[in-house]
Nanobody, 124 residues
């Protein structure tokens, strides 16, 4: 069992920055690839970014490339999502997810463990 707890969400103006954190516990963190997904009101949950278990491979949704950066600290059992140049369309609940294995998968169904989510609201 892996427990995931997100933090760092909040209200920010367009063009601003936020860094989300996801603290993991319960199993060996470095055995799990990690990802961030988001769900806007009335929409399906979408892939945002993923990082391999070693941290040497990442994937990003086209909508966030060049603005968001995913990283991890295996010593702290934490994955981060640094979000710059935020836009109102980035407003969503952001979820952290974990999957056993190396690959930084972009497929939601490949992730077995999920956090409760943290709200990010970007005002125009």
């Amino acid at each position: 069992q892996v427990q995931l707890v997100e933090s760092g969400g909040g209200l920010v103006q367009a063009g601003g920055s936020l860094t989300l954190s996801c603290a993991a516990s319960g199993r060996t963190f470095s055995n799990y690839a990690m990802a961030w997904f988001r769900q806007a009101p009335g929409k399906e949950r979408d892939f945002v970014a993923a990082i391999s278990r070693s941290g040497d491979s990442t994937n990003y949704a086209d909508s966030v490339k060049g603005r968001f950066t995913v990283s991890r600290d295996n010593a702290k059992n934490t994955v981060y999502l640094k979000m710059n140049s935020l836009k109102p369309e980035d407003t969503a609940v952001y979820y952290c997810a974990a999957r056993f294995g190396q690959s930084a998968s972009i497929v939601e169904s490949s992730y077995f463990y999920w956090g409760q989510g943290t709200q990010v609201t970007v005002s125009s």
